[in-house]
């Protein structure tokens, strides 16, 4: 059916001012041509009505008359039908025959499928994307996300068919969200129930960063399925080494095992690593056997030398945190007078430590002060009571960045950051209000730093900002020294209030981490977002950039060059996300060992180089588990009120249809407007009413 008919004008006019307006054309057409006497009438009153009507077809046309029609259409009722793109359903078990047998159950769909629907077909795996043809590559099942899709077009669809094995890899459960759905989900099974013999690893753990002379503990977790009382063997290959083998017994019909391996590595750089269960003859799929990624191992740990030369509880804190990172190698010394010390002599080492920590400072006639003033290592100070009087008697510009003339009152202070706006990794803390929490000491007295130190954090007295520096940093260039002046830190770590605790324990291990680093390692750091991918995940690389003053650097250019020894070599441009942190998303790569190299440049100078290494392999994620689940289709069936095609029978969708009243065709009704300026037509036949009012003045002789 369609209609149409003039609906109004917009804006409002009353029709009596249209009417208005015409006759108005009209009188200024014959006001025109009105003393015209000595041509016929037919003339006059032709151009009268000529001029008349262009001048009320122009009006009307301001008024911005609109047309409405409307036509109703019949529209098919839709169907959305989701199928499963996932690699679990490429397994053959028990009678389904994998790809080939899921192939078949897709086109005897599409043959007995209902003709009285118009049907939209999607694929999923981890997202839902448009088709209707798998290749079966997903590397991870969502079907919350299949929910969630129906949820945001169920005004599209009367029903929705879902063809899956069931299994979820990823995301929440899926029942939840179909509690939400109105219209009804018809599930579909594929694949096969039956009980297999299978052994997979599910996963290989191992703590990050893995450092040389250190020992590493590689866990691997071992799943199997149907074979009680009997053995197997878990390898360990390196760079396609054969490492070591264990042996492992399953003591159950299924379960999982864990089986660990301990390396130490003496040599840094990239280790191919692969844990390895070979097959049995037995087993229905040999695919997640094997899991493979890449180990990065650094340079050997940071020694750090600890000297007390006073007794205090800061001390015991600063070196309780120092040794709970297994990054660092914690050396203890406590000078007793005489030449004396309890644990380690500094002085006898037979490897020079990364980083010197001074708990005070010596009197100046012991001999390790003459020790300190010919060290190159970074030395980090943190004063103890007794160690301001020493400030003013020691060439302390050699060990420290702060001397004191005279020290004069013990004052209980607390922390405050004089320049907000100032960045410095020293100062990467959380946003604390330090008046609120336990009071440290320092001593007043007239306080001097270096020319290249910078006084990060003062004291504050009574709410009153003092110049007391309380934190002093300096980069040499070829070593770092840091200050602490005051003591009464312990209070922080002891504390039951986790802001004050999480305070110390990041200030000082900014500190310790900074201090440590020598001014010329290495300002670009380069890794993979995960040791390794599938070939269905996107690769990400991460990178942290820091400029020659140790701050992150966000303005630099990072170019990055990603290939392998074949055919693949592509380059990408990192994007920088905050304080220095660059990310870069590279898309999908087939299987194999990837190198990626990265230059950051700032103003035509290179800030840095990197390397790493990426492993893109298959994923076992989909291939750990195959059996079907048909409870979780049931339940989506049943939620929604559809129906769970068990036999894989599609006739009993038309009986469906039929009972639940699906199939009935919809009528819509649609309404366009067309405003008449917008065709071209009125505007022609006022050009024309104007040229045959023309060629009439033209005939009797009017200009």
Known sequence: MFSA????????IPILFIIAAVLISFLIA???YRDLSTISSLKKWGMIALR???LAILVLLLLNPYITSQFTITEMPGIAVYIDNTESLTVERGDYRGEQHYNEIIGRFKAEKDERFRYRYYLFAD???????????GSSTNINRVMEHILENENRYSASILLSDGIIT???NPVFTAQNISTPILTVPVGDTTEVRDIAILDVDYNEPVYTNTRTLFTAEIQQQGFEGEESTVQFIENGELIESRAIEFTSSSGSYIVEFTREYTDPGFYEIEVNVPPKAEEFTDRNNTQLFTLEVLDDRTRILSIAFEIHPDVRSIRRLIGSDMQNELIMSTYLGDGRFAGENPMELDEDPDLIVLHGLPSPNEPILEWLYNRSESILYVATPGSFRQLGNIRANRITNLELSVPQTLLNIHISRPDQLRTHPLLEISDVIFNRMPSLQTYRGRYSTGAASEVLLTAEFQRTETDIPLLVAEDTGNRRLSTVNAFGWYMYDQSRVAEN???FQELFGNLISWTATPPDSRTLVLEPRRSSYSENEAVEIRAVLTNERGEPESNALIELRFFNDEEIDRTFRMNHTQRGVYTATLGNFPQDLYRAEAVATLNNRVLGEAETRVTVSRSNLELLNTRRDDQTLRQLASITGGIFLENLDFTRLEAFFNERELADSREE?????NYLYRSLAWFI?????LTFEWLLRRSVSLP
């Open 669 to 673: 009704l649609i309404t366009e407007v």
């Open 127 to 137: 997202d839902v994307t448009d088709g209707d043809e798998p290749d079966l590559t």
């Open 170 to 172: 990823r995301g929440r």
């Open 685 to 689: 036949l006022v050009i024309i009413l």
């Open 30 to 32: 014959w006001f025109t």
């Open 52 to 54: 008349a009507s262009a």
């Open 501 to 503: 605790s999480r305070l």
């Open 5 to 12: 008919f003039i609906q109004g004008i917009s804006p409002v």
